[in-house]
């Protein structure tokens, strides 16, 4: 079987939206490698969309969907006055979207919700 890896990434700015890329395992490390090759630049560790400006960003994004990736975005909206509800309701809609098949689930790390992601994230599946 076949792993799928989703990337997972969220913004908090104009209500809760949540955004995930889906890709097989031959994709994603054939992203990977490109993303490290082309786009991490001296200095860098990783790549933060946020910290990117708007050219950088169409090219990281191109290069994603030349991957061959699919993606899906799951907006909360305002509809929740709490962050962390918002972010339990995209992500039971994410996995409820999901094939049954082996998955790699890997999200931006937030430090202000990271307590909840490692308790609250497993008794979603």
Wanted: proline share 2%; glycine share 4%.
């Amino acid at each position: 079987m076949t792993t799928r890896h989703i990337y997972v990434d969220e913004t908090k700015e104009r209500g809760y939206i949540m955004a995930a890329s889906f890709h097989t395992s031959a994709q994603a490390h054939s992203m990977r490698r490109e993303l490290r090759t082309k786009y991490v630049l001296p200095g860098q560790t990783r790549i933060h969309m946020a910290k990117e400006g708007d050219s950088r960003r169409r090219q990281i994004a191109d290069a994603i969907c030349r991957s061959g990736a699919t993606a899906a975005v799951y907006d909360a909206g305002r509809r929740y006055a709490d962050p962390l509800e918002a972010r339990e309701r995209c992500l039971k809609n994410m996995i409820a979207n999901l094939p049954a098949q082996q998955t790699a689930l890997c999200f931006e790390q937030d430090d202000s919700i990271l307590r909840w992601d490692k308790s609250g994230v497993s008794w979603l599946v």
